[in-house]
């Protein structure tokens, strides 16, 4: 009789333990959440389908990222883009086009414009991507999207130098992605949503396949964002992050 007491005391503690070591914080979610989606270095190549009023197109680019402070892009289609890069070093964003053949610096009210049509803005590209860094996360409960659960966060900002406010985030449970996003001005304004529509596997690591941005102060249906191909602690010349890399 003692054996089997002493045998269930044991289990209570392993199955409490188990409990209490899955009991995480909005800011352990956070960072699972940065670790899928920050790297020492990374090279991608990527389709954006921006659904406008005029009807949709496709751009197609690759971007050359270090850490979080440094990227490169080069546009490589349609004939209308191709040629156009851009250049991010910390929170400053420049651009160079083959028909303008100068170096413009993105600034001020212009970083809230929208990167090439798209529900993207200059603003979402030069913004620091470790979400840690910038908000308090906060659980508010638990939901399912397409059928995963998920943790559901709210984020407000810990400084006034961000694009928005405050977020709202689904987060897978298991993959620890943001399944579905909302973002808010000051006001309490809905300003953006992204959804990520399929994910992929790399190493250890989850990773976005395709997402939906939607502007919902903009017409249209949304920007698709594919990610054709990404390679992951890959090595990259210094040289490609310099504005002298802009007009090469």
């Given at each position: 009789?003692?054996?089997?007491?002493?045998?269930?005391?044991?289990?209570?503690?392993?199955?409490?333990?188990?409990?209490?070591?899955?009991?995480?914080?909005?800011?352990?979610?956070?960072?699972?959440?940065?670790?899928?989606?920050?790297?020492?270095?990374?090279?991608?190549?990527?389709?954006?389908?921006?659904?406008?009023?005029?009807?949709?197109?496709?751009?197609?680019?690759?971007?050359?990222?270090?850490?979080?402070?440094?990227?490169?892009?080069?546009?490589?289609?349609?004939?209308?883009?191709?040629?156009?890069?851009?250049?991010?070093?910390?929170?400053?964003?420049?651009?160079?086009?083959?028909?303008?053949?100068?170096?413009?610096?993105?600034?001020?009210?212009?970083?809230?414009?929208?990167?090439?049509?798209?529900?993207?803005?200059?603003?979402?590209?030069?913004?620091?991507?470790?979400?840690?860094?910038?908000?308090?996360?906060?659980?508010?409960?638990?939901?399912?999207?397409?059928?995963?659960?998920?943790?559901?966060?709210?984020?407000?900002?810990?400084?006034?130098?961000?694009?928005?406010?405050?977020?709202?985030?689904?987060?897978?449970?298991?993959?620890?992605?943001?399944?579905?996003?909302?973002?808010?001005?000051?006001?309490?304004?809905?300003?953006?949503?992204?959804?990520?529509?399929?994910?992929?596997?790399?190493?250890?690591?989850?990773?976005?396949?395709?997402?939906?941005?939607?502007?919902?102060?903009?017409?249209?249906?949304g920007t698709e964002f594919i990610?054709?191909?990404?390679?992951?602690?890959?090595?990259?010349?210094?040289?490609?992050?310099?504005?002298?890399?802009?007009?090469?």
């Open positions: 009789m003692k054996k089997i007491i002493v045998f269930i005391v044991v289990i209570l503690i392993i199955y409490c333990n188990a409990l209490f070591a899955e009991q995480l914080s909005g800011r352990d979610i956070l960072e699972k959440v940065d670790k899928n989606f920050i790297a020492q270095n990374r090279i991608s190549t990527s389709t954006m389908i921006i659904k406008g009023r005029r009807g949709t197109r496709r751009v197609k680019s690759k971007s050359w990222i270090q850490g979080t402070e440094k990227a490169f892009t080069e546009y490589l289609s349609p004939a209308s883009e191709k040629g156009t890069k851009m250049l991010k070093i910390k929170d400053e964003l420049w651009t160079w086009t083959p028909s303008a053949d100068r170096i413009i610096k993105i600034a001020g009210h212009m970083l809230r414009q929208s990167l090439l049509g798209s529900d993207v803005s200059y603003e979402d590209f030069t913004e620091d991507p470790i979400l840690n860094n910038i908000y308090d996360a906060k659980i508010l409960g638990e939901e399912k999207v397409d059928n995963r659960p998920c943790y559901v966060l709210e984020l407000t900002t810990k400084t006034d130098k961000v694009a928005y406010y405050s977020r709202k985030l689904w987060i897978d449970q298991q993959r620890y992605l943001p399944l579905r996003e909302d973002r808010f001005a000051r006001s309490g304004k809905l300003i953006k949503t992204i959804k990520i529509q399929e994910v992929l596997k790399i190493g250890n690591r989850w990773y976005p396949k395709k997402m939906v941005f939607k502007d919902v102060l903009k017409k249209g249906s990610i054709d191909s990404v390679t992951f602690n890959a090595e990259i010349p210094k040289h490609i992050f310099s504005k002298a890399s802009l007009r090469r």
